[in-house]
């Protein structure tokens, strides 16, 4: 099983201020076909997870520019380049790579 | 607009049985790939199962295997989870989910609870 390591799994950033989640998985999560299967993922309080990132960095559909994923291999980078209050929540990393798919264990985005 | 509502969720005794289902609207069940994800209460997510297109090719964590069996009607929009010999640690919030890549969309959830 490809186990998914997240740091930090919390952080507190001041409206406007950039923020920063790093992934690393246990094997590589570039298959022969050369894509990359991994995905960011939010969670807002009290809802459902929503897909955030695909194929390492590629935004999905309504997802503001101001998130941009990165990395390739084992490490991967969330960064959002102003915090806004609408961003709390929980950021998973998950991969999709090979069965089972697995996530991390979470960071907890708080507002200062 | 895409939905998927799901159902069967319970208070079941350990050891006892439970179908969810999954009914999807707005797009065509038949091209995706479909998971069931769940979530135990203040925990973090857990994959569960997917079912290819066709329903040929299905998956499971090692947690579930033998006592859960993921199937579809692609006749009739709905995605299943049979859930057999059911145990305290499977309590948790269960999300069906399209895809888990780019077309990723997930439900609201339904909660399952096991206790005696």
């Known amino acids: 099983e490809i186990v998914m390591t997240q740091s930090p799994l919390s952080l507190a950033v001041t409206p406007g201020e950039p923020a920063s989640i790093s992934c690393r998985s246990s094997?590589?999560?570039?298959?022969?076909?050369?894509?990359?299967?991994f995905e960011w993922y939010l969670q807002k309080p009290g809802q459902s997870p929503h897909l955030l990132i695909y194929?390492?960095?590629s935004r999905a559909s309504g997802v503001p520019d101001r998130f941009s994923g990165s990395g390739s291999g084992t490490d991967f980078t969330l960064k959002i380049s102003r915090v806004e209050a609408e961003d709390v929540g929980i950021y998973y990393c998950?991969?999709?790579?090979?069965?089972?798919?697995?996530f991390g264990q979470g960071t907890k985005l708080e507002i200062k | 607009e895409v939905q998927l509502v799901e159902s069967g969720g319970t208070l079941v005794q350990p050891g006892g049985s439970l179908r969810l289902s999954c009914a999807a609207t707005?797009?065509?069940?038949?091209?995706?790939?479909m998971h069931w994800v769940r979530q135990a209460p203040g925990k973090g997510l857990v994959w569960v199962s997917r079912?290819?297109?066709?329903?040929?090719?299905?998956d499971y964590v090692d947690s579930v295997k033998g006592r859960f069996t993921v199937s579809r009607d692609n006749a009739k929009n709905t995605v299943y989870l049979q859930m057999n010999s059911l145990r305290v640690e499977d309590t948790a919030v269960y999300y069906c989910?399209?895809?888990?890549?780019?077309?990723?969309?997930w439900g609201q959830g339904i909660l399952v609870t096991v206790s005696s």
């Open positions: 989910v399209r895809d888990l890549q780019k077309f990723s969309w």
């Open positions: 707005g797009f065509t069940l038949s091209s995706y790939w």
């Open positions: 079912i290819s297109q066709e329903g040929t090719v299905r």
């Open positions: 094997q590589s999560l570039v298959s022969s076909d050369g894509y990359i299967h």
């Open positions: 194929f390492g960095s």
């Open positions: 998950m991969q999709a790579r090979e069965t089972p798919h697995t």
